[in-house]
């Protein structure tokens, strides 16, 4: 079996990829290995036979789709957490994260480890896989000490973590979904004294649907002045809308959107790249079309619609307007499932390319320089071409399925490959004092992380799910995120605390493998 499988290394990829899907799929309390399941297995397969090994080139093209994947999908972030507590918070993990290299270099120099060694217990208890890949980079062809390092420390960087996030919501083992959810309420307006609606001050986020004013159904505009009897159908966070219902009259007892003889709604997917990346407000549908979107669904979660909101391909946009526009509006849009499942191989492939220039651009440090790489290149350019959604005729984000799909097949190959390179060192080190050792120290690495990050929490006076999303996005863990998130019901305070620390820790950790693989 052996021989056949090293005269086939596609065969064992695919081997290692599918058993590895199987393995991290098992949840045991909550937890699963996920796509590093690949990861454990190769090691596994190697320490059986030396000879089982997957060329470098697969290892190559999985790094590059996940770093730059990943960039993409947290580049929106960067416009999303702006903020003078977004600022700090960024600045806070920053410091946390150099903190946590140099007591990683101070427990490898007690420790004895080698420079690759202390990147890998880096990367792993802080359970970055770009971090591991960029330090990897920076070692000899065959050393595996980084990939060893970052086995040993990464289980528990994990389970750390989560129990870091556990205790930052201990106050809120029952979920306080309540007033978040996203509802539609028709209000009856009871003062006379009323700006435009555009005018309207109001707390959150709220999107306005049909209304009925003088005792005509219609969508209102910016310059619509509401009078009291009218109605008005609002869209937002429950205690934000309540909020304005008492500001302006109250809930009626009858509800608009249930009258669908003059304005109807439709839900329709976002699939037309002329659309992707612009802002909702910049779309003019209600001169266009005469039609409003009320609600974006965005993965498996509804987003407010205002105008700020930037349009993404495959979001599912609901539509209010009446039926005879509809086909005019989803032709607009797209509405394809279809063309959502053509990727667009132009924009992807420039992009990657120009993360791979960038990752060969030498960038000078104290001592020498250093290189972004195969790694920190194109993780850059896709939180930059993220951020900015599109240039021109060019729309650089995928479709949120179809991105988390590359992501994590770039992941299964990367850890597939990195562990048939390093199961002979990792057999050798996981029984011996050292490996214990190293184990522990990565542990304590973490726990001294998750400590000062919930610091940085409670000094910007963030609220416990902001806090448990804020340590997610520091671990840049995706299990940490979907534990905070099924522990508050969906709060979407646990995404915002997340997003304001996620971009900056993670080039923090590839800079920072990189100086420790070279130190």
């Known amino acids: 079996m052996a021989d056949l499988l090293v005269e ?16 991290g799929a098992v949840r045991v309390a909550g937890f699963s290995l996920g796509p590093a399941a690949a990861l454990f297995l190769g090691l596994a397969v190697s320490a059986w036979d030396e000879r089982l090994v997957i060329p470098d080139i697969v290892l190559t093209v999985g790094l590059v789709l996940f ?17 003078r507590r977004s600022v700090a918070a960024g600045a806070g993990a920053a410091a946390v994260i150099v903190g946590a290299a140099g007591a990683v270099w101070a427990a490898g120099a007690v420790l004895d480890l080698s420079p690759g060694g202390r990147a890998g217990l880096f990367a792993g208890a802080l359970t970055n896989t770009p971090a591991l890949a960029a330090a990897t980079e920076q070692l000899d062809a065959g050393d595996a000490s980084a990939a060893v390092g970052y086995s040993l420390s990464y289980p528990l960087g994990v389970i ?4 870091a996030s556990q205790l930052a919501l201990r106050r809120r083992a029952v979920p ?34 049909r209304a009925r004013i003088a005792g005509r159904i219609a969508l209102p505009d910016d310059e619509s002045r509401l009078d009291p009897g009218d109605l008005l159908v609002v869209i937002g966070r429950s205690h934000d809308v309540a909020a304005f219902a008492d500001a302006i009259g109250s809930r009626a007892d009858i509800h608009l959107p249930l009258d669908r003889r003059t304005l109807d709604f439709r839900r329709m997917v976002v699939s037309d790249r002329a659309v992707v990346g612009r802002r909702l407000g910049d779309l003019d549908l209600l001169d266009r079309f005469g039609a409003a979107v009320t609600r974006v669904r965005r993965g498996d979660a509804d987003v407010v619609a205002t105008d700020d909101v930037v349009v993404r391909a495959g979001d599912r946009v609901r ?22 499942a053509e990727l667009d191989g132009a924009t992807l492939g420039l992009g990657i390319a120009a993360g791979l220039l960038l990752g060969l651009v030498p960038v000078p440090i104290p001592g020498g320089t250093f290189h972004l790489g195969a790694a920190g290149g194109p993780l850059v350019v896709g939180l930059a071409l993220g951020a900015i959604g599109r240039t021109g005729p060019l729309s650089w984000t995928l479709p949120y399925g179809m991105n988390a799909i590359l992501r994590q097949f770039g992941a299964l190959l990367f850890f597939a490959t990195v562990g048939t390179r390093s199961g002979a060192a990792f057999a050798d080190e996981v029984g011996s004092l050292l490996g214990l050792e190293t184990v522990a120290a990565g542990a304590l690495v973490t726990a001294a992380v998750a400590g000062a990050g919930v610091a940085v929490g409670r000094a910007l006076a963030m609220a416990h799910p902001a806090v448990a999303g804020l340590l997610a996005g520091l671990q840049t863990q995706p299990a940490v995120l979907a534990f905070a998130d099924q522990r ?9 605390g997340y997003a304001m620390v996620f971009p900056v820790a993670m080039i923090v950790k590839i800079v920072a493998a990189q100086v420790l693989a070279r130190a």
Do not use: Q
């Open 8 to 23: 086939n290394p596609a065969l064992l990829l695919v081997l290692i990829v599918g058993v590895g899907g199987i393995v």
């Open 319 to 340: 539509v209010v307007a009446s039926r005879d526009r509809f086909a005019e509006v989803a032709a607009f849009f797209g509405d394809s499932e279809r063309r959502l």
């Open 176 to 209: 306080d979904s309540a007033g978040r959810e996203l509802v539609a309420w028709t209000i009856r307006v009871e003062r006379d004294d009323l700006p435009a609606l555009g005018a309207l001050p109001h707390d959150g986020d709220l999107s306005f649907g």
């Open 160 to 163: 750390v973590m989560l129990v």
């Open 67 to 83: 770093a730059y994947l990943v960039g993409l999908d947290a580049g929106p972030s960067l416009r999303l957490s702006g903020g």
């Open 488 to 496: 508050t019901d969906g709060d979407d305070r646990v995404n915002v």
